[in-house]
């Protein structure tokens, strides 16, 4: 398994002196799929634009290859007057990618996330799931070798969010990309990853570690089993101890 | 073979249309009670009836030709004037999103031209350019291009942080980003203000043919300038509401044409249905 990104002691202070993450170190392998959860404001959406060169580090060392990393935001950002096809084609068309190479690529994505048959609507018209759905086509028709979501179900509703965690792992086991997810919810946390990294509040360092044991496939039901609500458990005790003394 | 527009539509149609036809009604009703009833017969001359107007006004072939063609010349100095403006003063905007000093070097001047009122300038242009075409469609311009660089600038800077984003994630800048992100984006705004430019524009123009009379051009500004010093009332009210029909025609046109271009995705449109 190789590193497919690495963190080295990195650290971001903004110009205006607010020290966003302190220190921080970790690696996603190929073949990982790692969460990062951590309290609001700590720093989370900081590492991926990092990553992603949206915003420098001051301290430490990056390692990734930026032309084979995939980025989906909080918010689909789709954009409202393309048509799902026409999203999807997005950032092949920013890549040159020649026109009818471009419609085939994305109708194969569109397929992939389920969306067949929508090619021609709006997103005005799609519903959140949907919405993010399109997103994730968008990325994926790029064949990142590192995708990285910054809590993008964290808007939609239960049952819509738990299908589309299947979905997304179901397309981490066939798309063969390694993983870096960030959320609010300790539930999607440990039924997504292969590894969760918990964050400290500001300035964010990584505090705590787990490994989770479950293989993939993974079903549904395995949220109501022992092990996973045990696991469930440790992460959520170190979240709050990251949180700081104030929330006793 | 068109099919029969369906009953909703039409009782859509007619509730959309109802209530300013009744209001119309109504001013034609305070009219002809003001002009028939109010005035005695030797006032009458301040407000004929609608029916005179309409006969002196449109149906005498004479009067008719003679507003038509300064329709006609309105419309051409109006149409050179909101073009020029609607090009100028979307690079404008364009050049004050794309650069911070060119906005705040130039904004306080564009500022200047909008708080300037018109009547103020016009008789300068006239010492500078004479009665000329191109002083009538300056006057345009000054008058219209306030709304167009304002209203695409706000849409420019309106755009979602996310996009952004997304472009930037791929280096994607310059004019690939203005033609594929910002344009687009902006477009609700920068017709908003296409709009507001398009009245004002007929007002621009119609105020420079009123004080440059000298000119080979016979526009609606013009004509309403003679009928007043000739007391020709009815005449004056037919111009005056060829004027507003000018006006309200380019508001009609750009409103259609941006909801053609937006109705598809644009969302904070009034949904229908
Ligand atoms: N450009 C910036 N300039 C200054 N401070 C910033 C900037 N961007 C973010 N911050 C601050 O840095 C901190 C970390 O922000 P970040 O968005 O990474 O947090 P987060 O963990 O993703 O929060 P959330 O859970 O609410 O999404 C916050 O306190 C935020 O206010
Ligand atoms: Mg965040």
Request: aromatic fraction near 10%; glycine fraction near 8%; charged fraction near 20%.
């Given at each position: 398994m190789s590193t497919a990104l690495s963190f080295n002691d990195v650290g971001v202070i903004f110009p205006d002196g607010t020290e966003a993450i302190r220190g921080v170190t970790f690696d996603v392998a190929t073949g990982e799929f790692v969460t990062v959860v951590g309290p609001s404001g700590c720093g989370k959406s900081t590492l991926l634009k990092v990553a992603s060169n949206l915003v420098a580090h001051t301290s430490g060392?990056?390692?990734?290859?930026?032309?084979?990393?995939?980025?989906?935001?909080?918010?689909?950002?789709?954009?409202p007057w393309r048509t799902v096809q026409r999203n999807v084609e997005l950032l092949l068309e920013f890549h040159g990618v020649s026109k009818t190479e471009r419609a085939a690529i994305a109708q194969e994505h569109i397929e992939l996330v389920?969306?067949?048959?929508?090619?021609?609507?709006?997103?005005?018209?799609?519903?959140?799931?949907?919405?993010?759905?399109?997103?994730?086509?968008?990325?994926?028709?790029?064949?990142?070798?590192?995708?990285?979501?910054?809590?993008?179900?964290?808007?939609?509703?239960e049952i819509t969010r738990e299908r589309l965690n299947s979905e997304l792992l179901d397309l981490f086991s066939t798309e063969g990309f390694a993983g870096l997810f960030i959320t609010h919810s300790i539930q999607e946390a440990v039924f997504m990853s292969t590894r969760i990294l918990v964050m400290s509040a500001r300035p964010g360092k990584i505090v705590a570690e787990f490994k989770v044991p479950f293989e993939y496939p993974r079903r549904d039901e395995l949220r109501y089993e022992p092990d996973f609500a045990r696991l469930a458990g440790e992460v959520s005790e170190a979240l709050r101890a990251s949180s700081g003394e104030a929330g006793h | 073979m068109s099919a029969p527009p369906e009953p909703s539509s039409v009782r859509r149609l007619l509730g959309l249309a109802g209530p300013p036809f009744a209001v119309a009604m109504g001013v034609i009703g305070i009219w002809y009670f003001v002009s028939e009833v109010a005035l005695s017969d030797g006032q009458s001359f301040l407000l004929p009836p609608p029916h005179a107007v309409f006969q002196s006004g449109v149906l005498d072939g004479q009067h008719l030709t003679e507003l038509l063609e300064g329709l006609r010349a309105t419309l051409i100095v109006t149409l050179v004037g909101l073009t020029i403006s609607i090009i100028l003063g979307m690079s404008v905007a364009i050049l004050m999103y794309q650069f911070g000093w060119f906005e705040s070097t130039f904004f306080p001047y564009a500022i200047v031209i909008q708080a300037t009122p018109i009547i103020a300038i016009v008789p300068l242009i006239g010492v500078w350019m004479g009665f000329s075409f191109n002083a009538r469609v300056l006057v345009v311009i000054i008058i219209s291009i306030f709304p167009i660089i304002t209203n695409t600038l706000f849409g420019l800077?309106?755009?979602?942080?996310?996009?952004?984003?997304?472009?930037?994630?791929?280096?994607?800048?310059?004019?690939?980003?203005?033609?594929?992100?910002?344009?687009?984006?902006?477009?609700?705004?920068?017709?908003?203000?296409?709009?507001?430019?398009a009245g004002l524009a007929v007002v621009g123009a119609i105020v420079g043919e009123f004080f440059f009379k000298g000119g080979e051009e016979k526009g609606l500004g013009r004509l309403i300038s003679r009928y007043q010093l000739q007391l020709q009332t009815e005449q004056l009210i037919a111009a005056i509401v060829i004027a507003s029909m000018l006006g309200v025609a380019l508001f009609l046109i750009v409103g259609f044409a941006s909801d053609r271009l937006t109705r598809s995705w644009h969302t904070s449109r009034r949904e229908t249905g």
């Open positions: 060392q990056v390692e990734v290859d930026r032309a084979s990393l995939g980025y989906t935001f909080q918010d689909a950002t789709l954009l389920g969306l067949t048959g929508f090619e021609n609507h709006y997103p005005k018209r799609l519903s959140g799931g949907m919405k993010m759905r399109v997103s994730l086509a968008r990325s994926l028709a790029m064949k990142p070798q590192v995708f990285m979501f910054d809590e993008p179900f964290g808007a939609l509703d | 800077k309106s755009i979602d942080r996310n996009f952004i984003n997304l472009f930037e994630l791929h280096s994607v800048k310059g004019p690939t980003r203005l033609t594929k992100l910002s344009l687009p984006a902006a477009l609700p705004s920068i017709f908003t203000g296409f709009r507001i430019s």
